[in-house]
């Protein structure tokens, strides 16, 4: 038997079949992931738009087909522009407050100095914990009887009476985006720091020689050389912030009155303490469709800055 | 001044800038685990303690005594291993696919990683709820598993597809032409020169399960297939808040993520910037 099956291995192969097996072997080892993706993410992406169309309710089911009636209803429903508006102030606030911070401790960690190793592995632990943890701990950190800051600040005369943090809406938001550049910044500043290790050294140096003072090379050699990931950056975490529910529902649940319901959370709510699940997936939907313009109009931006450069 | 003053100065500004980012980034998680070391007493005390003295272990026993917290953690770590190692091992079939093998769609399937990469847990639950409940999936641990696959998988590939392209492939043709057939050459050549980005797509994967609050929030009911972070969450709600138990629980929920990021803390980087999109 064994030398059968070995005559039958040495035989040579048609090219062609070789290629074929080949060819075979590949689509073999991407069918799973493919099959798994198109039933888990593009599958339940379809559904999602179909159930928009539908009258779906958590308690009752499917009871008939609503056309754009459910955009309609978001259209005049001045909850929904609102959580709209507070979605993108939210996550623009809190990408460029990373952004500006990790352009700053990226040039610290940058420099060289004892323990550096050391601080480049701890930045990171903020990105890394759960953001139940990362709600809580700060929480509990800001409450206004025991919270460690409030007392701080009340002990060091800063303040006369508790700060509340989350009391207004304009404060509890402001928090929440304070809370999450705390806790985007570390990812933000070791790529920026990739980014800056892999600028040549000779550009500064040849600066330097002409006289060049520190916003001369930040300006005119740092930033250049970093606006390609800054820009992926801002596209990529300004989508993931825009579309996180976990924060701000472990925070502010939305509230106080409704005024930091961000539209991950109106869809949330919407959908499963609202039971109308065709409404929310319609917000869903429209998620998708402000994502789109967004991308679209980023990629148009880096597009031209590529001619530009060329 | 001087040149070597002003560097001196300069030195020790540095130094400063340092520690305080330093302190604003790491006192959170040093108040997270000492609150759940003070006695419930000390925990409300004006001016707060710096530093636990006496220290009582009385939250965390209340935390780890607490019927339902072997359970969570059992789920959580099911959930989060199930997830992990499915991703990785369909993901490393699927990366060495696209990264080797030539066939009709396959650049199309490479640009749908990219996309799907994009596409945020709160847009699929809803509909995954509806379809997972038609399929009695709701509540079981597979469904979790499933849901928490649709953040590992494209993850997983996006990363190992830019990973085993620095793999030059000399090596593979040799092994081929020796006469190895091809799932050997990935199983012996390519997945151990693989092994730190493979080693960034588990650690990741686990973390990002691990952590996850919404799927489990939505698509799990039961008690008894409850996760860590949904746990943790039930010492502070409208009605009740016990901050002690509360720090007590997060600093149990995040110590494995603590100690798997230092153990791969050299991809770390390299990875989390393949994680940029989500996470």
């Known amino acids: ?310 | 001044m001087n040149m070597p003053t002003k560097r001196l100065a300069g030195r020790i500004l540095l130094y400063l800038a340092v520690l305080i980012v330093m302190l604003i980034v790491l006192f959170p998680f040093y108040w997270m685990a000492i609150s759940g070391f003070k006695s419930p007493d000390a925990l409300f005390q004006t001016p707060p303690m710096l530093v636990p003295i006496p220290w009582s272990t009385e939250f965390y026993q209340r935390v780890l005594k607490a019927q339902s917290f072997f359970r969570l953690a059992l789920n959580s770590l099911i959930v989060a291993l199930s997830a992990t190692g499915l991703s990785v091992f369909f993901a490393t079939l699927g990366a060495y696919s696209i990264t080797r093998f030539r066939y009709l769609g396959r650049d199309l399937v490479a640009q749908l990683v990219l996309f799907v990469y994009m596409f945020p847990a709160i847009l699929l639950v809803i509909p995954l709820f509806f379809i997972f409940r038609s399929l009695h999936l709701v509540d079981t641990y597979l469904g979790l598993i499933l849901a928490e696959t649709t953040f590992a998988l494209p993850f997983c590939l996006w990363l190992l597809i830019a990973f085993f392209r620095t793999i030059p492939e000399e090596i593979e043709s040799a092994a081929l032409v020796d006469g190895c057939e091809r799932l050997n050459v990935l199983w012996r050549i390519v997945v151990p020169l693989a092994a730190p980005g493979l080693a960034a797509a588990a650690v990741f994967s686990f973390i990002s399960a691990w952590n996850d609050y919404l799927f489990p929030l939505v698509l799990i009911n039961s008690d008894s297939l409850k996760t860590l972070p949904l746990g943790v969450a039930n010492y502070v709600t409208a009605e009740s808040t016990h901050w002690g138990e509360a720090m007590a629980a997060a600093t149990v929920l995040s110590l494995p993520v603590v100690i798997f990021a230092s153990l791969v803390q050299k991809n770390l980087v390299s990875g989390l910037t393949a994680g940029a999109v989500k996470g």
Request: hydrophobic fraction near 55%; charged fraction near 10%.
């Open chain 1, 1 to 310: 038997m064994n030398t059968e099956a070995a005559t039958i291995r040495d035989r040579p192969r048609h090219p062609s079949t070789r290629q074929a097996r080949e060819r075979w072997l590949g689509i073999g080892l991407i069918a799973p992931s493919v099959v798994l993706i198109v039933l888990l993410i593009l599958y339940p992406f379809v559904y999602n738009i179909w159930m928009s169309l539908q009258n779906v309710s958590l308690t009752q089911g499917t009871t008939g087909w609503a056309g754009l009636n459910n955009y309609l209803y978001l259209f005049h429903w001045d909850q929904f522009w609102h959580g709209m508006v507070i979605d993108i102030i939210w996550a623009a606030a809190s990408v460029v407050g990373q952004l500006i911070l990790s352009l700053v401790i990226s040039h610290l960690l940058n420099a060289s100095f004892a323990g550096q190793n050391l601080a480049r592995a701890l930045i990171i632990l903020p990105w890394t914990v759960s953001a139940v943890v990362i709600a809580f701990t700060w929480r509990w950190m800001l409450n206004d009887l025991f919270g460690i800051v409030n007392l701080g600040l009340l002990g060091l005369g800063v303040v006369h009476k508790p700060v509340l943090f989350f009391v207004t809406p304009t404060g509890a938001l402001t928090t929440v985006i304070g809370i999450n550049i705390w806790r985007g910044m570390p990812f933000m500043t070791l790529t920026l720091l990739g980014g800056l290790q892999s600028i040549p050294r000779e550009m500064y140096e040849a600066a330097r020689t002409d006289g060049a003072n520190f916003w001369q090379e930040f300006l005119h050699i740092t930033l250049p050389s970093l606006n390609r990931i800054i820009a992926i950056l801002i596209v990529l975490r300004g989508i993931w912030i825009f579309n996180w529910f976990d924060l701000m529902w472990l925070t502010t649940g939305g509230g106080p009155d409704n005024s930091t319901a961000i539209l991950p959370i109106l869809a949330y709510v919407t959908g499963f303490m609202s039971y109308r699940m065709s409404r929310a997936a319609a917000i869903g939907v429209m998620m998708a469709l402000v994502l789109l313009v967004f991308v679209i109009i980023m990629s148009r931006l880096m597009l031209r800055e590529d001619e530009s450069l060329a």
